[in-house]
């Protein structure tokens, strides 16, 4: 509805045909960039987490087995 008022308004303004002011707004681009980068973002975000998801088992382990080690040694002291 409000798409449809601002064409009217545009049309009368101007006196641009309807078809004229759908054809400009078709082939506006000033938002591509910031698509773009939204993209980027959340690949980036994306590729993150399971970089995370991947290790974290690995780490959780090799934590305990540190610990384990730990555990283990006796200390004596002179």
Same mark, same amino acid.
């Given at each position: 509805m409000v798409l449809e008022m601002n064409i009217t308004a545009r049309v009368r303004q101007t006196g641009a045909s309807v078809k004229? %002011? %759908?054809?400009?707004f #078709? @082939? *506006?681009?000033s938002g591509a960039v910031t698509v773009d $980068? /939204? /993209? &980027?973002? #959340?690949?980036?975000?994306? &590729?993150g987490l399971i970089v995370v998801t991947s $290790?974290? @088992? @690995?780490?959780?382990? !090799?934590a305990d087995e540190i610990d384990t #080690? !730990?555990?283990?040694? *006796?200390v004596t002291l002179p």
């Open positions: 004229h %002011i %759908i054809a400009h #078709a @082939g *506006d681009e $980068f /939204v /993209v &980027l973002t #959340a690949s980036i975000t994306m &590729l $290790f974290s @088992g @690995g780490a959780t382990e !090799l #080690a !730990l555990d283990n040694i *006796d």
